[in-house]
């Protein structure tokens, strides 16, 4: 199961994006809302989650943790222990922990970076702390993948589908008339 977790102050794009992407792909997706099951975006988009943070227990089931970043999105994602334990859970376990945007720094954070590529919105490379900043958009380093920010969604589900499922991942990117 991947979880993708919304707080709220998410960016919209980034979220529904790469669920829709990997639920192409086959994938078994979970949306957790931090506060409720109900969570508003950035834009004041509100979406209906699958499950509430309170419903969510880290498990041998979880296969990837997804945050989608945005601001404050990025900011009450990182408050919840919820996402905290999820993201703690998968790294420790060798699953792959993948963020986009601003949320990047919320691994940046936890010393899950050290050593390793990773990319963020710009001027956000700060909070990356101890990670190599490739010039790319969406950049994998072993079970951690980033993304830099919305532009970025699509080829951010990709690369997560690509990592996680068996699908055709050109496929799906043709019949999305991806460049």
């Known amino acids: 199961m991947i979880y993708v977790f919304v707080a709220p102050g998410f960016e919209e794009i980034e979220a529904i994006s790469t669920v829709d992407i990997l639920r192409r792909a086959g994938a078994a997706v979970n949306t957790v809302g931090i506060g409720g099951k109900t969570v508003a975006g950035s834009h004041g988009i509100p979406v209906n989650c699958d499950m ?13 943790v997804v945050l ?10 990182e408050k919840s222990d919820t996402v905290r334990a999820a993201i703690r859970y998968a790294y420790d376990n060798d699953k792959y922990i993948c963020a986009i945007c601003a949320a990047p720094s919320v691994f940046g954070h936890m010393g899950l970076l050290k050593g390793r590529s990773a990319v963020c919105f710009p001027g956000m490379e700060s909070e990356l702390s101890g990670a190599v900043v490739p010039d790319k958009f969406v950049c994998t380093d072993g079970k951690i993948i980033t993304a830099k920010g919305p532009g970025a969604s699509i080829a951010f589900g990709l690369e997560i589908a690509r ?3 068996g ?9 999305l008339q991806c460049p």
């Open 52 to 64: 509430s943070e309170a419903d969510f227990i880290p498990d041998e089931r979880l296969e990837a």
């Open 68 to 77: 989608p970043g945005g601001m404050p999105g990025t900011i009450n994602l």
């Open 163 to 165: 990592h996680t499922t």
């Open 167 to 175: 699908a055709d991942v050109d496929a799906i990117k043709e019949s």
